[in-house]
């Protein structure tokens, strides 16, 4: 292990399905009705169970997809597992079933009653091609009602014309805004079929911070395969998929992690960083970062193979800055956690 600086998870992701009710041109996991992978919810229950004994660090477990309505009853049983687990639950949901809102009111209580804690909404030009904002407002207040802590992602792009700004004007809305309970957010949102992926608003985007994914959140996708990151781009570059979880030691495979020097740089340094240590020992390597989301940069790295070739001849003249700061950034998250959990014993 090049590092024995392990930064324990806090978080469970589950993709539960590519299966949607909407199909946006730019989801990151091209998501579909046509599609119809799935975890089973035994594999869910499984993976959770093993995940929880081997960090106790492990705090939540966000449901997420595709769309993780289309799993039916299996959701209300998954959220009653984490809630007997002692974990926080978040479903990330299109709000497509949100059509009224007296169905609305009903299916949050049953959620609330299975223990859920936290709901997050996606809406904005892509997905309301699909799913009328008007479901997600149902949905929200629905979820206000009971005081559910809800975020409702924007999809935000400097071509698409809603805003989370019009959202929190909705007169519907307007008696939950600046209550404790509900946030109305901004997400940057790529648009990968274009290719540049360059097209996201770009007073938003930063791809020169660090990658805080990494290490953090355990994600497992249909196939039953621990995903590194959540991050955009794990359905586009097997770099950030660690393998299958079926008939293998969980603990072992999330761990090997830390063998990977480019992994432990993007936690360090993020992708930028290496991209600049690549363009200094070749100045003829071109890419536009100004409008760059960071999973978009990262997955342009992870996909060109002369600036792989570049860091895997050259990465000795850069490994004791990068592990220095890796270490320090990992104690500091350690110690924070530790005295975070003191406080909270
Ligand atoms: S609603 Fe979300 S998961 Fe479904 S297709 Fe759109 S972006 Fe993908
Ligand atoms: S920067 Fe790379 S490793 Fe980090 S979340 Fe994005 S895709 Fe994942």
């Known amino acids: 292990m090049i590092s024995q600086n392990i930064i324990e998870p806090d978080t469970i992701s589950l993709i539960t399905t590519y299966r949607c009710t909407a199909a946006c041109k730019d989801c990151c ?57 002692g974990l926080l639950s978040r479903i990330v ?31 904005g030009d892509s997905h309301q091609q699909y799913v009328p904002v008007q479901n997600v407002i149902n949905g929200v207040i629905a979820a206000q009602e009971c005081k559910i802590v809800t975020v409702v992602n924007v999809e935000t792009n400097e071509n698409f014309t ?31 079929s274009d290719k540049s992926t360059q097209n996201a608003d770009s007073s938003k985007l930063n791809c020169s911070t660090r990658c805080k ?35 293998r030691d969980i603990k072992k495979l999330w761990e090997s992690q830390y063998d990977d020097f480019v992994k432990l740089w993007l936690y360090a340094e993020g992708p930028k960083k290496i991209l600049e240590f690549a363009q200094k020992i070749d100045p003829s390597i071109k890419i536009d970062t100004s409008k760059m989301h960071m999973c978009a940069l990262c997955l342009q790295i992870l996909s060109n193979p002369h600036i792989l070739q570049i860091i895997r001849e050259n990465y000795v003249k850069i490994a004791p800055r990068v592990m220095l700061e890796y ?3 990992s104690h500091t998250k350690n110690k924070i956690k530790q005295n975070y959990e003191k406080r909270n014993l």
């Open 162 to 192: 809603f805003t989370a700004e019009k959202l929190r004007k909705n007169p519907q809305l307007t008696p939950y805004i600046n209550t404790p309970y509900l946030q109305i957010i901004a997400g940057e949102w790529i648009q990968f």
């Open 213 to 247: 994914q990494l290490f953090k959140v355990m994600t497992l996708n249909p196939q039953n395969d621990l995903i590194c990151c959540c991050g955009l781009s794990t359905r586009k570059h097997p770099f950030l998929s660690l393998g299958t979880i079926l008939n």
């Open 93 to 123: 949901t299109n709000g497509s079933w949100a059509t009224d809102l007296t169905k609305s009111r009903k299916i949050i209580h049953r959620l609330q009653s299975a223990g859920l804690t936290e709901i997050n909404f996606s809406t």
């Open 29 to 85: 996991f091209q998501c579909s009705p046509h599609q119809k992978e799935r975890l089973t919810l035994e594999q869910m229950q499984y993976f959770i169970s093993k995940a929880t004994t081997i960090y106790s660090s492990i705090r939540l477990v966000a449901i997420t997809g595709g769309e993780c309505f289309t799993l039916g009853e299996d959701l209300y049983s998954l959220i009653s597992f984490i809630r007997k687990k």
């Open 327 to 329: 270490t320090i950034q």
